[in-house]
């Protein structure tokens, strides 16, 4: 499989390039506002809005959903990952998700 970048603008259009060429893969709307960077993590790549909700898509070259999760507060910071766990960074909480074994 070739690899690929993620990029998303501040207006939630996730952008998807050929890792070698930079040619554009796909450009699609995933709603809400960004200002936190893309991550990778277990072959997924995941979207923090800034208020709250994770969008989370299939790495490669065709654009799939796989859910949206919302913690329903402010959220600027990019998600940290760390052993098999997410780690959000809200206005109020940091919430950490998954069992870290």
Known sequence: MKPHLY???????????????????????????????PVYAD?????LSESGETVIIESGPKFNVVTRNNVDEKCQASIAVSRKQ????????????GSGK
Do not use: P
């Open 7 to 37: 990029a998303i603008t501040d207006g939630g259009i996730v952008s998807c390039f050929d890792a070698k060429t930079g040619e554009v893969v796909y450009q699609e709307r995933v709603g809400g506002n960004h200002s936190a960077s």
């Open 43 to 47: 072959d997924k790549i995941y979207f």
């Open 86 to 97: 997410i780690f959000i960074r809200s206005d109020k909480h940091l919430f950490c998700i």
